[in-house]
């Protein structure tokens, strides 16, 4: 067999289709089962053509019936081995680049990750990856996390070491199908499956999270949990990011308030028997802080896991009156944001959680929000105390931080919110004013560059 020609991982998805199937296929009924345009795959067609017939296959064409490969059984067998073993370069999608944009910012958090190194793991250009960052940042700002621009340094996350871990959490349970986590978590997982899209890193960053031994420590201590139900999936996946964080030197923190009622709350004692099995299984010991932290996350075990019943017609009531009332303010799109709805209604079901139990509600970037959405946090306030979406609770001061958060995102998303309009002035010329504006853009992105000037052409005025 002469030398094969290696393929992108797109090219070797669609010839692991192709080898797969042993009848006909047209080209539409392809791209439908990848996901794919009919354009993408007739342009990856010759050079899959190329790779197999240097493993002694070929691919017929046969008008009004389709395309299929044409070949010996065995070397047939042989080429998809060679496949599913092989490791060609990367083709990712747009949402496939973000996914594992998130997994690399929020797995450095909070430690700063260069451009340069993203481009890298991306494969691709450097305006591509500017595009899926401003992507990934709306993700980040509805997990209450914000992304930082350093200029020099690169992006880092910011926010509470909890909301990272939760971040972690959300964005493995979004881009890992559940087969593939429960292979892992059985023990089987220790690399990709075979078959796996290979397009996402996110399944490799649970690769290295030892599922199996998390899952056996969970199940001895929590009898009550079955092995294969997705709600101890999720608490697997939570107890893993852990570690792995913890591993990082990366430590839960609490105000003191929070910490003595986590402590002193009955499930501490099921949190202290889970860390307790770790430092026997794994050797790593867990502080106060990460103890408290289990313990939380267990107080809102049903919630998280996504066997949360829908929210009642109170609840939606509330959602709608304070959806109505940010419309009416800020942008009557609004009004139409189902994911808005959804995301308010997942968080004030949580929040309800927390007051329960009687656990203070925090947020770090509270001062933040407020000093970057002056205007959002005034109208947030102001819907807080009308609508009352507690009923007769009164709502945290730091929720109102949340609540911009979430009309902020919306706006962003669904591009709503005016760019600033500035001028960019230099003394020092031209050639610098540019250096200059590509800096401002890279760390305010509202901002909207309408006109750059030297100094000497400002002081002379609009007409000069």
């Known amino acids: 067999m002469s030398a094969l020609v290696p393929l992108d991982s797109r090219q070797a998805r669609i010839t692991r289709h192709l080898l797969a199937e042993a009848g006909p296929e047209s080209v539409e009924e392809i791209a439908t089962a990848l996901r794919l345009t009919t354009r993408v795959v007739r342009y990856n067609l010759p050079s899959i053509e190329t790779y197999l017939r240097s493993g002694g296959l070929r691919i017929v064409r046969r008008r009004g019936v389709g395309i299929w490969i044409q070949g010996d059984d065995d070397e047939r067998l042989a080429l998809l081995s060679r496949l599913d073993d092989g490791a060609g370069p990367q083709v990712l999608s747009g949402a496939d680049r973000k996914l594992q944009a998130l997994a690399a910012l929020l797995d450095?958090?909070?430690?700063?990750?260069?451009?340069?190194?993203?481009?890298?793991?991306?494969?691709?250009?450097?305006?591509?990856?500017?595009r899926d960052v401003r992507a990934a940042e709306h993700w980040l700002e509805e997990h209450h996390l914000h992304l930082q621009h350093v200029a020099g340094v690169g992006l880092a996350v910011r926010g509470s070491e909890i909301d990272v871990r939760k971040a972690l959490l959300a964005l493995v349970l979004e881009a890992v199908p559940p087969d593939v986590l429960l292979k892992q978590a059985s023990g089987d997982g220790a690399s990709l499956p075979a078959g796996a899209d290979r397009s996402t890193g996110v399944a490799r960053f649970t690769a290295e999270l030892d599922l199996g031994t998390h899952r056996s420590i969970l199940l001895d201590q929590l009898h009550e949990l079955d092995a294969t139900e997705p709600v101890t999936i999720v608490a697997t996946l939570y107890l893993a990011i852990v570690a792995r964080r913890v591993q990082g030197g990366r430590t839960a923190e609490f105000q003191s308030g929070q910490l003595r009622s986590l402590i002193d709350h009955p499930v501490a004692d099921a949190a202290a028997r889970i860390a307790a099995a770790m430092e026997k299984r794994t050797g790593l010991l867990l502080e106060e802080t990460d103890v408290a932290a289990i313990t939380e996350?267990?107080?809102?075990?049903?919630?998280?896991?996504?066997?949360?019943?829908?929210?009642?017609?109170?609840?939606?009531?509330?959602?709608?009156?304070?959806?109505?009332?940010?419309?009416?303010?800020?942008?009557?799109?609004?009004?139409?944001?189902?994911?808005?709805?959804?995301?308010?209604?997942?968080?004030?079901?949580?929040?309800?959680?927390?007051?329960?139990?009687?656990?203070?509600?925090?947020?770090?970037?509270?001062?933040?929000?407020?000093?970057?959405?002056?205007?959002?946090?005034?109208?947030?306030?102001?819907?807080?105390?009308?609508?009352?979406?507690?009923?007769?609770?009164?709502?945290?001061?730091?929720?109102?931080?949340?609540?911009?958060?979430?009309?902020?995102?919306?706006?962003?998303?669904?591009?709503?919110?005016?760019?600033?309009?500035?001028?960019?002035?230099?003394?020092?010329?031209?050639?610098?004013?540019?250096?200059?504006?590509?800096?401002?853009?890279?760390?305010?992105?509202q901002v909207d560059v309408t006109r750059v000037v030297s100094r000497t052409a400002f002081e002379r005025g609009p007409d000069a």
């Open 108 to 130: 450095r958090a909070p430690q700063p990750l260069h451009l340069a190194d993203l481009e890298v793991a991306l494969g691709a250009s450097r305006p591509t990856v500017r």
């Open 297 to 445: 996350f267990l107080l809102g075990f049903v919630d998280v896991g996504g066997r949360a019943a829908p929210a009642d017609a109170d609840e939606m009531a509330a959602i709608d009156r304070l959806v109505a009332a940010a419309a009416q303010r800020l942008h009557p799109s609004l009004a139409d944001d189902q994911q808005l709805r959804r995301s308010l209604a997942e968080h004030l079901r949580r929040l309800r959680v927390r007051l329960r139990y009687g656990l203070p509600v925090s947020n770090p970037l509270e001062q933040e929000v407020r000093e970057r959405y002056p205007d959002v946090y005034q109208v947030a306030s102001e819907i807080a105390a009308e609508v009352s979406p507690l009923g007769e609770e009164a709502i945290p001061a730091d929720e109102i931080g949340f609540l911009t958060m979430y009309l902020a995102g919306s706006l962003e998303r669904n591009r709503l919110r005016p760019k600033i309009r500035v001028t960019v002035v230099c003394p020092a010329g031209m050639a610098t004013a540019w250096i200059l504006v590509s800096r401002l853009l890279a760390v305010f992105p």
